[in-house]
């Protein structure tokens, strides 16, 4: 009677070890935040650039994260009625490498003349989010 009692009580033990064990495979942990943001270098267009209406824009940035960039949304955005909502040139991309280059450019007489805002919002694998602003204008 003693050692079937000693039996259930080891194998009660070793099934509460092993479930508790399993824990970390149904803790999600690898999407939430670390804490890390995404790194932006952003070496074109500078703050406060003015474009005349026949040139060509550049837009280069180098952006990278230890655990990769899941998403990268780049806009320009008019200005000319104090909203941040109307954008008018941009693309969202979901980049398979780390670092991440972007490298374009858009036709300044593609825009009428005014006051622009380039935003690159960007988030990782863990939902860090990062976002970079340049004010630029067309002339």
Same mark, same amino acid.
């Given at each position: !009677? !003693? ?20 824990? +970390? ?26 474009? !005349?209406?026949?040139? #060509? ?45 972007? +490298?374009? #450019? ?13 935003? !690159? ?19």
């Amino acid at each position: !009677m !003693m050692q079937k009692l000693l039996l259930q009580c080891l194998t009660a033990l070793i099934l509460i070890i092993s479930l508790t064990s399993c824990e +970390d495979l149904f803790n999600n942990s690898d999407t939430k935040p670390d804490g890390s943001a995404p790194y932006v270098r952003l070496d074109a267009p500078l703050n406060n650039s003015v474009f !005349m209406s026949g040139k #060509t824009i550049p837009i280069q940035s180098l952006i990278s994260d230890k655990d990769k960039i899941k998403e990268l949304e780049v806009q320009v955005v008019n200005l000319a009625d104090g909203s941040l909502n109307q954008t008018v040139w941009g693309y969202k991309k979901h980049p398979k490498t780390n670092p991440v280059i972007v +490298d374009t #450019t858009i036709k300044a007489s593609s825009l009428p003349q005014g006051s622009y805002l380039l935003r !690159m919002s960007l988030t990782d694998n863990r939902t860090n989010s990062k976002v970079k602003e340049v004010r630029f204008s067309i002339r």
